[in-house]
């Protein structure tokens, strides 16, 4: 029935494009915050190309959206793209997020994991953007999807064990990777993440890279803000 809905799951090339937005908005904004994402290993190689020039580093980052932009125009010849997708990952997105939110409560209860941040809510807003895309590129694409395919390789034979046990894994790792900093562990907010982290996994595996993006990119926003 979902699949009727919104469509199957989203090939590379959709994903690129949807998550365009994202990951320029997050860098065109960043730049003027005192903090990135932990997951961001782009903007100080890209500021030290700019030399540390604000409008470089702008003029920098909007020429790799365009030629992104040019890449998925060229690409929209043998791979059909239609707009209205944009519409309805967001919507997707806000969906599971919502989602998300009660069934982490469910398991764990209601907790106010952040009160906002330092910088307002332009800072919140770009900060919920850099953990949508880095974190669910190095979590889902990089450890969930890349590293399956390297244990199905040793284990050929399960068939869903080997991706559930490594979901289950890679879910724990990034709740553990949100307290390699000032916040304190604590059992209730580690099982909380790690639910949420299950399910954008799911997410991930079911509907796409764009849409996991979308539903961690408007949850903390929702979050934050």
């Known amino acids: 029935m979902l699949a009727?809905?919104?469509?199957?799951?989203?090939?590379?090339?959709?994903d690129l494009a949807l998550t365009l937005p994202i990951v320029t908005?997050?860098?065109?904004?960043?730049?003027?915050?005192?903090?990135?994402?932990?997951?961001?290993?782009?903007?100080?190689?890209?500021?030290?190309?700019?030399?540390?020039?604000?409008?470089?580093?702008?003029?920098?980052a909007l020429c790799i959206s365009l030629a992104l932009v040019l890449v998925c125009a060229a690409l929209a010849k043998s791979h059909p793209f239609r707009r209205d997708r944009f519409v309805r990952v967001i919507a997707e997105g806000a969906l599971y997020a919502i989602v998300m939110r009660a069934v982490a409560s469910t398991v764990v209860g209601r907790l106010a994991l952040a009160q906002g941040t330092s910088f307002g809510p332009f800072g919140a807003v770009i900060m919920s953007f850099g953990a949508g895309f880095y974190e669910e590129v190095a979590f889902r694409v990089g450890l969930f999807g890349l590293g399956g395919k390297a244990l199905r390789r040793v284990w050929p034979d399960g068939r869903w064990l080997v991706p559930l046990a490594w979901a289950i894994v890679t879910s724990a790792l990034f709740s553990a990777w949100h307290y390699f900093g000032p916040e304190s562990f604590r059992l209730d907010t580690f099982v909380f993440r790690f639910t949420c982290g299950l399910v954008l996994t799911a997410i991930?595996?079911?509907?796409?890279?764009?849409?996991?993006?979308?539903?961690?990119?408007?949850?903390?926003?929702?979050?934050?803000?």
């Open 25 to 60: 908005v997050y860098h065109l904004g960043v730049v003027f915050l005192p903090v990135r994402n932990a997951a961001d290993l782009v903007t100080d190689k890209l500021r030290s190309l700019a030399s540390y020039s604000i409008l470089a580093y702008s003029a920098l």
């Open 4 to 14: 009727k809905r919104w469509g199957k799951r989203s090939d590379p090339f959709t």
């Open 204 to 225: 991930y595996a079911y509907r796409g890279f764009a849409t996991a993006v979308f539903t961690h990119a408007l949850y903390d926003v929702w979050v934050l803000v």
